[in-house]
């Protein structure tokens, strides 16, 4: 257990940044999710604008330190890879 003031002041802050941090990863797997279900459904445009809202969501995340660059890198090139491979 924390002892003293500034390691108690941590606590504090990483609690508050894990609840944030939570957040954002649930929000990008939402848009990532809608993505996936608008593919499944095979409504190309649908796709393609959930596409289009998704990107900045993935962006933000890596940007943020919730996952690696290259993580939301991979995941967008295979979303739109997916995508473009529908009929249209």
């Known amino acids: 257990m924390a002892n003293h003031q500034s390691a108690k002041k941590r606590i504090r802050q990483i609690r508050r940044r894990s609840q944030v941090n939570r957040s954002r990863l649930s929000r ?3 848009y990532v999710k809608k993505v996936e279900a608008a593919i ?13 809202a998704v990107e900045p969501q993935l962006m933000r ?5 919730i996952v ?3 993580t939301a ?3 967008l090139s295979r979303l739109s890879a997916r995508i473009k491979s529908m009929p249209a």
Do not use: F, I, P, V
């Open 73 to 75: 890198s991979r995941k």
């Open 28 to 30: 990008m797997r939402t």
């Open 61 to 65: 995340s890596a940007q943020k330190g």
């Open 68 to 70: 690696h660059k290259n």
């Open 40 to 52: 499944e459904s095979g409504d190309a445009a649908a796709a393609k604008d959930a596409l289009k």
